[in-house]
């Protein structure tokens, strides 16, 4: 089922925003190499760009950003979805490739609400222990299934753990354009202390260009979400996507997105 997802959308995807650029024979190492990732790279549109790591974002405007790694997951996203459409309230996913694959439809539909997407790596590894070669393939194959699958590419890169060398990082930012994005408050989700106290780790932790990490695949994550909105909300603080709090305008409230057809020429030079 997957494979015939990925082959429809392949053909589909191919021709509506690879406007003519070979899609990937991967039937073929040198082909494969030669062809590099059939996917524009994230381009440098933005004087922000440059930025090799971020914990918080400097600002005065009262925002915050809400992350949730892990994703997409097949029950607990749908259900995160819901909520924060209930609240009109934009966050960041910072999903696994080779859950995406499975789970694409979801992928859908966090991009058809105006959601950004982030890249997670493919397979959750300590990216700290891995070489050049294989820490670029964790990247770029997640790269490559999100564009594959929603037509857009994730600027910024969370690792997993929040393993990742200083050289890796700037490695990352200097080939891929893709900053590293860490968090500022740690609601420890996954040591599952329950709904309330995670809600209340994101209230107190939202001031100016705070980053909030936390996990879609915890229901009790889930459940606190609609608690930390009304909270982080009273607080007077906007909750936005990780770009926006950037400044940028890749994945911006009203869902601007630089990857979407005719966008062609901002892919070269
Ligand atoms: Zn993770």
New binding site residues.
């Given amino acids: 089922m997957t494979h015939i997802n990925r082959r429809a959308l392949l053909s589909g995807m191919g021709a509506l925003c690879l406007s003519g650029t070979a899609v990937l024979n991967t039937s073929s190492r040198a082909a494969a190499q030669t062809a590099a990732i059939p996917m524009p790279p994230v381009p440098r549109l933005t004087r922000a760009h440059g930025l090799v790591s971020v914990h918080a974002v400097q600002t005065t405007r009262p925002q915050v950003a809400l992350t949730f ?2 994703g997409p997951h097949p029950t607990h996203t749908p259900v995160l979805l819901d909520i924060l459409a209930r609240y009109n309230v934009k966050a960041t996913f910072y999903v696994i490739g080779s859950m995406v694959r499975r789970y694409p439809e979801i992928l859908h539909r966090i991009v058809a609400e105006g959601h950004e997407v982030g890249n ?1 790596t493919w397979t ?1 590894p300590t990216l700290s222990r891995l070489g050049h070669g294989g820490f670029l393939r964790e990247i770029d194959r997640t790269q490559e299934i999100v564009w594959r699958t929603v037509g857009v590419l994730p600027v910024t890169m969370r690792p ?1 753990y929040g393993a990742i060398t200083g050289r890796q990082s700037h490695m990352l930012a200097g080939e891929r354009n893709i900053p590293t994005v860490m968090w500022s408050v740690d609601t420890s989700d996954w040591r599952r202390p329950g709904s309330h106290v995670v809600a209340d780790r994101m209230i107190r932790g939202a001031r100016p260009g705070a980053v909030i990490l936390a996990h879609d695949i915890h229901g009790p994550t889930v459940r606190a979400v609609p608690q930390a909105i009304e909270g982080i909300l009273a607080r007077g603080m906007e909750l936005t996507t990780m770009s926006e709090l950037l400044g940028w305008q890749h994945w911006g409230p009203r869902g601007l997105r630089y990857v979407r057809q005719g966008a062609a020429d901002n892919w070269r030079g």
Avoid: E
Wanted: hydrophobic letters at 0%; a negative charge.
């Fill in positions: 790694d892990d997670h959750h997993p």
